[in-house]
């Protein structure tokens, strides 16, 4: 479907008669003005208990993309000292906070056009819903179907959606012929000086970043002093390896950041969960890749709290935040003028990275 075109036009086009359509709502509207603090559930399911204890009564379950207030956190005294000791006061009794997303709500507007070559976007809202439209089928939920808040995409058009209301055309920047849509109410548009260059200034052989594995640290250097760090989470090793299975513990050694990507869709790119990847995680944030295999980098995660404890199949999971200020820091630098699909991604020999295992 072409992007860019009027309400009109896309009404005459595509025949749409909404009553004649099974439109799954997207997320239910909630008031913009302060909400407090808001999770989501980004398991399958995770126990609601009696006190802030594993040994606690199971009271209940909030369920995946569940949307829970959280009313106080609390680190108990009694829990052990290699658990992440966060855990929430919720209605009605106590989360951990291993397997939530903190998330936020605010509305967008919309705008008229989009370049072709695209914007970078991001979702403000705990989850939106993504549709696909084919010609004679209409309008469908598209098999990745949701979209996380904070995930990054890349909008490539503006399109009246299946509730005659403005939505963005997303491409997905492994397949050019992959395009979904999504409210566009639901969707920032991020503006370029958000991922311009931090300190370019200070010569790129001048930058480091080491991770400690024994502590689930980064640390990020100039001149060999600190200037950033953050916990993370590394890779679990695999307790066994079969023959050509990539290995999932976070390699160790000296490397280079040597691809650069604002929005990664990892694992299965159709979102079918029977997939041979295991796992579909579309607009992977802030991706700075530098392992030798495998595909291992830095990257936002919207799939899990835990940092400071191993989470991953080899990344280095990050805070969104905390991914892209290094991706803005790292070399190589991204550019903030897009022209063509081929600039979503940069490559080059970039800032040293080291992963210590504390072995020596």
């Given at each position: ?14 025949g ?14 909630l008031?913009?003005?302060d ?21 606690a ?6 369920l ?13 005294a ?9 855990w ?7 989360i ?5 997303q ?8 919309p ?11 991001e ?17 469908f ?16 058009g ?9 939505w ?26 958000e991922?311009s ?13 080491e ?26 090793p ?22 650069k ?21 579309p ?16 990257h936002?995660?919207y799939?899990h ?13 990050m ?7 290094l991706f ?19 490559t ?13």
């Amino acid at each position: 479907m072409k992007g860019n075109i009027s309400r009109r036009e896309f009404l005459k086009l595509s025949g749409l008669v909404m009553g004649g359509i099974p439109f799954i709502p997207v997320f239910p509207p909630l008031y913009e003005e302060d909400q407090g603090m808001l999770v989501r559930v980004a398991t399958k399911e995770i126990d609601l208990r009696s006190r802030p204890n594993d040994e606690a009564p199971i009271i209940g379950k909030r369920l995946r993309d569940q949307v829970v207030h959280v009313y106080e956190e609390l680190h108990p005294a009694d829990a052990p000292a290699f658990y992440n000791t966060l855990w929430y006061r919720v209605w009605g009794g106590y989360i951990h906070s291993a397997h939530v997303q903190t998330v936020g709500m605010r509305f967008n507007q919309p705008v008229e056009s989009i370049p072709e070559a695209g914007r970078l976007c991001e979702v403000t809202v705990p989850y939106t819903i993504a549709y696909q439209f084919k010609p004679g089928e209409g309008w469908f939920p598209w098999k990745g179907s949701r979209l996380y808040y904070g995930t990054t995409h890349w909008a490539t058009g503006v399109t009246a959606g299946p509730d005659g209301e403005p939505w963005y055309q997303i491409t997905s920047e492994i397949d050019a012929y992959l395009i979904y849509y999504a409210p566009a109410v639901h969707i920032r548009l991020i503006p370029e000086d958000e991922f311009s260059p931090l300190s370019p200034n200070v010569p790129p052989e001048k930058k480091k970043i080491e991770i400690h594995l024994p502590t689930q640290t980064l640390t990020a250097l100039e001149y060999g002093k600190p200037v950033f760090s953050t916990k993370i989470s590394s890779g679990i090793p695999n307790p066994r390896l079969d023959p050509g299975e990539i290995p999932t513990a976070t390699p160790k050694g000296k490397f280079n950041i040597y691809s650069k990507m604002p929005n990664k869709h990892m694992g299965s790119v159709t979102g079918n969960p029977d997939a041979k990847a295991g796992f579909s995680l579309p607009g992977v944030p802030w991706t700075s890749f530098f392992g030798p295999v495998g595909g291992v980098a830095f990257h936002g995660t919207y799939w899990h709290t835990n940092f400071g404890l191993q989470m991953s199949h080899g990344c280095i999971n990050m805070r969104n935040e905390d991914a892209k200020w290094l991706f803005r820091w790292s070399t190589p630098v991204f550019k903030t003028k897009i022209e063509s699909h081929a600039d979503w991604e940069v490559t080059g020999f970039g800032t040293t990275v080291y992963v210590d295992d504390g072995k020596g």
